[in-house]
């Protein structure tokens, strides 16, 4: 047995004619959108008075630890040119890239007394479920699940109150080249105290199958395994209520720019970089995303002092955007002689 399961009558808390049951709500959620999918487990969490059971899958996506730096995490070149949304979620640990070819699952539970932290007992399910497929896979580390020495999946959980969301990947059928990609930051840049993700060899659960599988089989084995096993586990669907109020907090935190990257810890940024007029290096002190200081160093000529620069950049959302509306209204060339104002605005971030 998973879980002992609330005694509710509606999965909100609200009232209700309808006689109690004892149930744990199982969600398989087709929607894609990261934003949304992140806003989904809060919801779920803070929003039911039911444990829950979810499986999704996020259109290529990295998500970063709630305590984590996200530039100093990701390749920001990488994630810009090929538009890959960054989304924070609410529990810690490290980043991860997700595609359709990850599988994602949320359990969402009340403590009952139990450790609050109990990685465990909730990748046990997941354990059985591959198991069963004949694929050797076990428990190892902290919080990492692996085959032949291999991660497939990271797990990571967030209390609060008497509630607990423990949330995982499922590494399936992803495309390793893009995890790689993504998730390749220059350590050089960022010296903090952020929480910093461990890389680890990883593989695909597919690669270990003695029969093919698609990723939604694969979805639907782990749907079937979990309800087998929890007593009066039932199928529900997001209302149109609930998607309302799911897609309010996706837009109105999820998708904002001050939780994605504005929610970093303080950290300082180093960049350098040759430009047709010279070696230019830059040096920022960044707090919660805006820039509280800012240094040039180089070899590079100038007309005016670029000290300037650097006052006008204080207090600028450490964002390409926002640095590029400031660089816009100054005469780059005056304090940088025969430096772009792209070259300048690639230092900068």
């Known amino acids: 047995m998973l879980f002992v399961a609330r005694d509710i009558s509606d999965p909100r808390g609200y009232d209700s004619e309808v006689e109690p049951t004892f149930t744990m709500l199982c969600l398989i959620r087709h929607e894609t959108d990261p934003y949304f999918n992140l806003a989904a487990e809060e919801y779920a969490m803070t929003h039911f008075a039911a444990e829950c059971f979810m499986l999704w899958r996020n259109a290529p ?73 004949g694929v050797d896979a076990r428990f190892e580390g902290r919080n990492d699940l692996t085959i032949d020495g291999r991660k497939f999946s990271g ?36 010296a903090d105290k952020a929480v910093k993700s461990v890389r680890s060899r990883v593989t695909n659960i597919s690669e270990h199958l003695s029969r093919p ?16 096993a929890t007593p009066d586990a039932e199928t529900y669907a997001f209302t149109p209520a609930d998607v309302a109020a799911i897609s309010r907090l996706r837009d109105e935190k999820y998708a904002t720019w001050e939780w994605n990257y504005g929610h970093s810890p303080v950290y300082n940024y180093r960049k350098s970089a040759r430009t047709p007029g010279g070696t230019l290096e830059v040096a920022l002190n960044v707090n919660g995303g805006v820039i509280a200081d800012a240094r ?22 450490h964002r390409r955007e926002d640095l590029r509306d400031r660089l816009v209204s100054l005469p780059v060339d005056d304090y940088f002689y025969n430096v772009p104002a792209e070259a300048l605005l690639g230092v900068l971030i």
């Open 296 to 317: 040039f160093y180089g070899d590079f000529f100038n007309r005016r002092d670029p000290e300037e620069v650097a006052a006008a950049l204080v207090g600028v959302p």
């Open 155 to 190: 797990n990571a959980e967030y209390v609060s109150g008497n509630r607990i969301l423990h949330h995982g990947t499922l590494l399936f059928a992803a495309r390793m080249a893009d995890v790689s990609a993504a998730l390749r930051p220059d350590p050089a840049k960022f």
């Open 61 to 133: 996506a990295v998500i970063v630890g709630r305590h984590q730096n996200t530039l100093a995490e990701i390749d920001a070149d990488y994630v810009r040119v090929n538009d890959i949304p960054v989304v924070r979620r609410l529990s810690g640990g490290g980043a991860v890239f997700h595609d359709l070819g990850n599988l994602n699952f949320t359990f969402i539970a009340d403590s009952d007394g139990r450790a609050q932290v109990d990685f465990r007992r909730f990748t046990q399910p997941i354990l059985e479920a591959l198991q069963a497929l």
């Open 213 to 228: 599988m698609t990723v939604l089989e694969f979805r639907d084995h782990l749907m079937a395994h979990v309800m087998a």
